[in-house]
């Protein structure tokens, strides 16, 4: 009998989810991992834990997960397939089980030229669909994806991103289709800030029935500045900010932009909430996870659940 990861006993209770994330320092400081954790505690079903985002060298996923995991805490492996093949990946999955680290998201990875290690040579020996397959086979077939069995094989509740915003639109909902049908349990979504193109897509959803089918984790990310809207508006790929939402931050006094910000994040969550087939919340405060219980209260979302 599967034992129910954290986030999965929520999710499959029909309750609201809330996922966070941790980025992982450049460096060997397992205290900036814990003291990040720490400030999620009780807030929180699970925590994201990046794999060398924007293609940046930080502490592995798998190391700052076993910190979070011995704090009592639940992580969610995050594995990019830029950096490894498929046995480097399979062989960190049994190994992340062995310390009881239950939770995944599958991605493929931000190409190595967006990062400090250009010259990298890209891996990408399968794509995220791919991915989600293999780890699907060995939880429910208990085999390798060479078909070997598996001792004891790895139950992992697996999660894939899916970016409603990027082009061509008409095909953001088959490529979650794909995803579900490849064997995602749940998926986390790029960060919300048009909600009327994000309601379009979850139209999408729901025509199709994949709300049924695979828990969507809407993502949000509170503006610390009116600086950040518009990098993100024109820098940020596959990422679409309004041009209100940087006419309304703009609109306030600097030392008070940052507070607008999160009133921003906890009103999109709001409406959200009232949409249905959004079965959670992954709040992605880079940097700035100390708000996080604050928005997570402001919002309705607290106390959490189980």
């Keep these: 009998m599967k034992t129910q990861s954290a986030l999965e006993r929520v999710l499959e209770a029909g309750?609201?989810?809330v996922t966070s994330e941790c980025g992982p320092p450049r460096g060997a400081v397992p205290e900036k991992v814990k003291e990040k954790a720490e400030k999620l505690r009780g807030y929180v079903d699970a925590i994201n834990v990046t794999d060398n985002q924007t293609a940046m060298v930080r502490m592995s996923s798998f190391a700052a997960c076993l910190i979070i995991k011995q704090m009592g805490l639940h992580p969610i492996l995050q594995m990019v397939t830029r950096d490894r093949n498929r046995l480097a990946m399979q062989s960190d999955i049994i190994g992340a089980y062995s310390h009881g680290i239950d939770t995944m998201l599958c991605l493929s990875g931000d190409h190595p030229s967006f990062g400090d290690h250009p010259m990298a040579a890209n891996v990408y020996d399968l794509d995220s669909i791919?991915?989600?397959q293999m780890v699907r086979k060995m939880r429910d077939e208990g085999k390798f994806q060479g078909g070997d069995d598996i001792?004891?094989?790895?139950?992992?509740?697996i999660g894939a991103a899916a970016n409603p915003f990027a082009d061509p639109f008409e095909l953001r909902v088959a490529r979650l289709a794909k995803k579900a049908r490849a064997g995602a349990d749940f998926v986390q979504t790029q960060c919300i800030y048009n909600l009327e193109r994000f309601g379009k897509w979850m139209e999408g959803i729901r025509e199709r029935g994949l709300?049924?089918?695979?828990?969507i984790l809407a993502g949000v990310t509170p503006m610390k500045s009116a600086g950040?809207?518009?990098y993100m508006k024109n820098k940020v790929p596959g990422m679409d900010v309004p041009d209100g939402l940087i006419k309304r931050m703009s609109g306030i006094p600097k030392e008070k932009q940052a507070e607008e910000g999160i009133k921003i994040?906890?009103?999109?969550i709001q409406e959200l909430?009232?949409?249905?087939?959004v079965a959670g919340f992954h709040i992605?405060?880079?940097?700035?996870?100390?708000?996080?219980?604050?928005?997570v209260e402001r919002a309705g979302l607290y106390p959490r659940p189980l």
């Design 211 to 215: 709300h049924e089918k695979i828990h």
């Design 273 to 277: 909430k009232e949409m249905k087939g």
């Design 284 to 295: 992605m405060a880079i940097e700035w996870e100390d708000r996080v219980p604050e928005i």
């Design 151 to 157: 001792l004891n094989a790895p139950r992992m509740y």
């Design 15 to 17: 309750l609201p989810a």
């Design 130 to 132: 791919q991915f989600v």
């Design 228 to 230: 950040m809207a518009k």
């Design 265 to 268: 994040c906890v009103e999109t």
